[in-house]
């Protein structure tokens, strides 16, 4: 009973996104964990506006960690390049929650922000190629008209097999098979160039700090 508890106490805390005021849950019903918390900004008329706040959640099993330290062994100080590219490029179990928080944004908008983002990177992953049919598969059954008001959720997650899917409001979009897509779409987050860097520090922290946990 105790140990029932202390599972739905943990389930039900809760990060704030500090920017934003968003909060977050500590952990997913599926046992993913918050490793860090962000926001997406976009320039409109030389102007910073602030277009979603999001979440990083990945599954820090035996399998990630094992993958970890089979590149870097536990004594990992800090995070590096190839820890990033490590979760990038493997198929490691991670969801990306955002909650839209600026007013009027309806599907068509996100539409265009993933075509800019996805297509920005999958083209600095390829040398050069956009790959639009590719980026049209997610979010295949979205509706352009429908409105996004603030709070609410989209969450892409990576399945086993490399594998994207899309939900919006809990409601199935689409599910891609694709390595290079899954690649492409946590590369935005955490390549060279991400949308919001402190986010990505806190989630390479939060993964070398899980290399010496039990």
Known sequence: MEAEVGRKEEEE????????????????????????TGLRRRKLLALGINIYAFGMYVDIDARLKELLKAKFGEAAERPCK???????DGDVGIVVRLVIVFK??????VRKNFDEGLGG???KLTGGQKNEELIKKVMAAAKDGTKLPPGSVIEITRLPGHVLQAKVKDELMSKVESELLCRAYFHMYLGDDPF?????????????????AP
């Open 13 to 36: 805390k809760m990060e704030v996104e500090p920017k934003t005021g968003v909060s977050f849950p500590a952990k997913l019903s599926d046992g993913k964990q918050l490793c860090a």
């Open 82 to 88: 190839e820890l990033y590219e490590a979760v990038i």
């Open 104 to 109: 009027g944004l309806t599907m068509s908008m």
């Open 121 to 123: 990177s999958l083209k």
């Open 196 to 212: 919001d860097k402190e986010a990505k520090e806190r989630f390479g922290r939060t993964l070398v700090s899980s290399l010496s």
